[in-house]
């Protein structure tokens, strides 16, 4: 098998990620690119032609005959399409939840070095106990809700890697 060029790579991805492709002529293929690139003539058209072409011959997109005119199509997102759109928003996700774990977790550390200063203050002053078990409480308490929060991220992230 011969490997294939597409034409206007980036445009068609940006769209094809960006829209639900359903009965799409090509002519709206042509004027999304056309809208993020000026001064595109009919030498470029053609070359947009022929990645729809690519497109389909590579099963990312269905290419439809219209009933009342052979010489127009439509064209419909193929499986294959919905399922690379479908790994890439879960790597995104992916990408989110873990800036987010990395931030519980420095919180994390933050609440138990606070957790452990607050108990050599009263290792030291144990007449200070009364006083400061309401903070120990509040950190423990604070600690355990992020570490559920962490949990459940990488509960998340490996359902994610799962499938």
Excluded at 90 to 111: F, G
Excluded at 131 to 160: A, G, M, P, W
Aim: with cysteine; aromatic share 12%; proline share 2%.
């Amino acid at each position: 098998m011969s490997k294939l060029t597409l034409p206007f790579y980036h445009e068609f991805f940006e769209i094809l990620q960006s829209n639900e492709i359903l009965n799409w002529r090509a002519n709206d293929f042509v004027q999304a690119i056309f809208e993020k690139r000026k001064n595109m003539g009919d030498q470029d058209r053609q070359l947009i032609y022929r990645g729809l072409a690519i497109l389909v011959e590579c099963k990312y997109l269905k290419r439809e005959k219209k009933a009342d005119n052979n010489r127009i199509y439509r064209y419909s997102e193929a499986p294959r399409l919905k399922v690379h759109k479908e790994n890439v928003q879960q790597e995104k996700i992916k990408e989110v939840l873990l800036t987010e774990q990395n931030i519980i977790e420095k919180s994390l550390q933050k609440n138990k070095v606070e957790q452990i200063f607050l108990q050599d203050i009263v290792h030291k002053y144990p007449d200070f106990e009364k006083f400061l078990q309401k903070y120990d409480q509040y950190i423990s308490k604070r600690i355990v809700e992020l570490e559920t929060k962490s949990v459940f991220i990488r509960e998340i992230i490996n359902d994610i890697e799962y499938f």
